[in-house]
């Protein structure tokens, strides 16, 4: 048993050390940006339209919809139903996307990366949110919530939609110009990792 845990407890930490030290500035402690983060960013802002810019400001914006409804919903039909394991999946899923967010708020402050638009003059985001660049949170909780649910339910109706949901959120993301694409993939990455340790919790 402990040696399961110390396993799954190293797949977090293990690839954590590797976003905190991949390029990172030792003299300002802040995340260089690759030349591609800025290219996508700006071709994405290029080809914007007003459709499309409605559509992911909706999936941005309603991002706690997912991340607490999911939960929620598995607990009232536990509750509804008398579904032991049902609850109990509430519990893991919850439980996955508060370590996920926790451990983005603490990379966030060690890295210090600013917002694109902050960092290029060029990028022009659809608003200007606080806070640092990396990782994405909206990223990181999704996919946080996408990997627990989907481990809990391996259906392919219940994968489809859960990773769809997240993979549109991460990418609203960038699409905003709030989050360069590495942003995203850090947060994507450290969000299906952090639904491991709690697989104990898992009906």
């Known amino acids: 048993m402990k040696q399961l845990f110390r396993a799954k407890f190293l797949l977090i930490i293990i690839p954590l050390q590797v976003f905190l030290s991949l390029q990172v500035n030792t ?3 802040q995340l260089r940006t690759p030349r591609f983060d800025d290219d996508i960013m700006i071709d994405l802002q290029d080809h914007r339209t007003p459709q499309q810019t409605g559509f992911f400001l ?3 914006n309603h991002l706690m919809y997912g991340n607490v409804g999911v939960p929620v919903g598995l607990l009232a039909g536990g509750i509804i139903t008398n579904d032991k394991a049902m609850r109990q999946n509430a519990l893991y899923v919850a439980g996955s996307t508060a370590i996920s967010a926790g451990l983005t708020e603490i990379i966030k402050h060690l890295v210090k990366r600013p917002r694109p638009f902050l960092q290029n003059v060029h990028i022009t985001p659809i ?6 660049s990396f990782p994405s ?3 990181s909780s999704s996919f946080a919530t996408a990997t ?3 481990i809990a339910y391996p259906k392919w109706y219940v994968i489809l939609p859960a ?3 997240a993979g549109s959120t991460a990418y609203s993301r960038m699409y905003l110009g709030v989050h360069y694409p590495t942003d995203v993939a850090a947060g994507a990455g450290l969000g299906a990792a952090s639904a491991l340790p ?3 919790l898992k009906k």
């Open 27 to 29: 003299a300002s402690a």
């Open 58 to 60: 909706f999936v941005s």
């Open 127 to 132: 608003y200007r949110p606080g806070n640092y």
């Open 137 to 139: 949170g909206h990223s």
């Open 148 to 150: 627990a649910l989907s």
């Open 163 to 165: 990773y769809l949901w």
């Open 198 to 200: 709690l697989l104990f």
